[in-house]
């Protein structure tokens, strides 16, 4: 090999090393600009807290009119047996529900009691501990505290309360 | 060995004006393609968890709102605390000192909270380390005034501090 030849294949070596920088650059751009992982945790636990905030399951409803009340909770609706149960029916989440869970705490401000109640209380206490863990990744939940302010309907009087909804959702 | 490029000839002992030009208009390519797509695609906010606080926001308001308070023996609620305080300034201090409590309880003392109604802003107690004048929710509820106005009413319930470094 000459000398000219072998700067020849120097400047050509170079140049197949540029061809493969325009390359990586064109895929780089394209892909810099992509959203390859939307985390819609956030979302999805909201979506959670707001259905179980608008479920007349909780609400108190005007029977005369039948009127849903949003943001007058119901102390005799929270506190019955069958709460659970219902949530359960009315946010379905599937038969078998392995997608969301969460627990309701709700707080009297006038007489300072807390009552509390669960939706998926299986999944809740199953996910609880990992979420207590702060294990990341998949097989592991993460959770989000979302509060209101409420008025209590409790008989005929309307006390001041607030709301905490915990949500606990798996990771997929 | 056949060049990849023959138009790009070059004198013996360095490289061809063609090579240079085309590096140099690959990177300025680059840049700006880089730039448009930085300032349009990296714009747009993704706005879904705002949305979700306002609907948060608006349903604590209207509790607040329907919150029973007694004004000189008489019940009645926040809603019509704030009518009457606009036309009687008396009771401004009640409704302040009312607003405030409900607040703080349900929202903890060290929370930034505010209740907007027209211009005045009342505050729970985790807003004093807050410097500067704090924007009202455009999520505003009417309520209609003695005197024919109407009164704009807003709540907020998580103020951030302000980010006084991007200031001018």
Redesign the interface.
């Given at each position: 090999m000459n000398k000219?030849?072998a700067?020849?294949?120097i400047?050509?070596i170079f140049?197949?090393l540029?061809v493969i920088v325009?390359f990586y650059?064109i895929l780089f751009?394209a892909r810099?600009?992509i959203a390859q992982k939307v985390d819609i945790f956030?979302?999805e636990s909201?979506?959670l807290a707001?259905r179980l905030?608008f479920s007349n399951e909780v609400s108190y409803t005007d029977k005369d009119i039948g009127r849903n009340y949003?943001?007058?909770i119901d102390l005799k609706k929270f506190n019955s047996d069958e709460i659970e149960e219902s949530l359960l029916n009315s946010i379905y989440y599937g038969k078998i529900n392995s997608e969301a869970s969460a627990k309701l705490t709700l707080k009297d401000?006038d007489d300072n009691i807390e009552y509390e109640t669960f939706y998926n209380r299986e999944l809740y206490d199953e996910k609880k501990v990992l979420v207590e863990a702060k294990l990341i990744g998949k097989g592991s939940a993460q959770s989000l505290d979302?509060?209101?302010?409420?008025?209590i309907k409790d008989d005929d009087k309307?006390k001041?309360g607030?709301l905490k909804i915990e949500a606990i959702l798996p990771n997929s | 060995m056949k060049q990849f490029c023959p138009t790009a000839k070059h004198k013996k002992g360095g490289m061809g004006l063609a090579d240079f030009f085309s590096i140099l208009a690959f990177v300025l390519i680059l840049m700006v393609f880089y730039l448009i797509l930085h300032f349009t695609i990296g714009k747009i906010p993704f706005k879904l968890s705002e949305y979700s606080t306002n609907v948060e926001d608006s349903l604590s308001l209207i509790s607040i709102l329907r919150t029973p308070v007694i004004v000189d023996n008489a019940e009645m609620n926040i809603a019509e605390l704030i009518a009457l305080s606009s036309k009687d300034s008396a009771k401004k201090s009640l409704l302040e000192k009312t607003a405030t409590k409900i607040i703080e309880d349900a929202f903890g003392t060290s929370r930034c909270a505010m209740l907007c109604i027209n211009e005045q802003q009342i505050k729970s107690n985790g807003c004093g380390t807050l410097v500067g004048i704090q924007a009202c929710s455009d999520n505003t509820a009417p309520i209609p005034g003695y005197d024919g106005s109407i009164i704009k009413v807003s709540f907020t319930s998580d103020i951030q501090p302000l980010n006084l470094q991007s200031a001018p």
């Open positions: 000219k030849a700067f020849d294949m400047v050509n140049r197949l540029f325009v650059s751009l810099a600009f956030d979302v909201k979506l707001h905030m949003i943001g007058v401000l979302t509060n209101f302010y409420v008025l309307l001041r607030a | -």
